[in-house]
């Protein structure tokens, strides 16, 4: 049994879970194909996510800032005309509550931007993994298996089938631990793990519709959860959209059910509609 870790503070936690997603996407964008002119940076103020041939705020979004340090006013508005300044419709800025300085918001409502949805963020340590059962077949994967993943992601989301190569090209990167769901031969649901140090960030999962409701990503959770803990994690956070009463998510009670916590719900900085 895997000792528990000590609970970080408020701010150590808000550090491990925005820069290890933060980093998650960035090495996502790095295996884009060079003419898609991805960016990915990570700056003294936060990290820069921007893929321009993607107007979609999954890629394009400022993530971890005034964490490390206070945020500076002016690199912030620069950093928000630099999606303008490429046609972005759908970039965003996401603020941890620990971000500093209390300004922030503001400051965003005055470059343009209006507070929207939020996404619920949520971490654990490496203790007790919950059993999951299942009458699916999980399998790690290598890049034999990287147009299979590739394809389901895609499809589980509704992507541009363009997308799919570009994930397949993530399986088998430094960091990353790739995932199958089979019903038999078929592969029907994807996740992956990616680590940095001693945490995992587990994301980019998603099942068909067809093998929805069989306990797929429940059962690829808790096999990244213990892959983590035998490739050192000691903590592991990831990310969904917010459960409300007028939209329920049920990945966020597959989490919950695998001994997640919530951290905050981190609220989103669009472009108003």
């Given amino acids: 049994m895997t000792k528990p870790a000590a609970k970080p503070s408020a701010i150590e936690i808000a550090r491990i879970i925005e820069h290890t997603e933060a980093a998650a996407c960035a090495d996502l964008l790095r295996a884009a194909p060079p003419d898609w002119n991805c960016s990915a940076q990570r700056t003294e103020d936060g990290w820069f996510l921007c893929a321009p041939t993607l107007d979609i705020l999954l890629f394009n979004r400022l993530v971890g800032w005034g964490l490390d340090a206070p945020a500076v006013r002016r690199p912030l ?10 046609g972005l419709t759908r970039f965003g800025v996401q603020l941890s509550p620990e971000a500093r300085p209390r300004d922030l918001p503001r400051w965003l409502e005055d470059f343009g931007l209006e507070r929207r949805d939020n996404w619920t963020k949520v971490y654990r340590d490496a203790g007790d993994i919950p059993a999951v059962s299942t009458d699916l077949r999980i399998e790690q994967i290598d890049k034999r298996r990287g147009p299979a993943f590739g394809d389901v992601v895609v499809s589980a989301f509704g992507m541009p089938t363009v997308m799919a190569g570009w994930l397949a090209a993530s399986v088998g990167r430094s960091g990353w631990n790739h995932y199958l769901a089979f019903d038999g031969k078929n592969p029907v649901a994807a996740a992956a793990l990616y680590v940095v140090g001693d945490v995992g960030w587990l994301g980019v999962a998603g099942t068909l519709p067809t093998a929805r409701r069989r306990g797929a990503q429940s059962a690829l959770m808790a096999r990244r959860l213990k892959d983590g803990v035998d490739l050192g994690c000691r903590w592991f956070v990831t990310e969904t959209g917010e459960d409300t009463p007028a939209r329920r998510n049920p990945s966020f009670h597959n989490m919950l ?8 719900h981190r609220p989103n900085y669009l472009l108003p509609k």
């Fill in 257 to 264: 059910r695998l001994g997640f916590s919530v951290a905050y």
């Fill in 77 to 86: 508005e620069h950093a928000i005309e630099r999606y303008r300044s490429v």
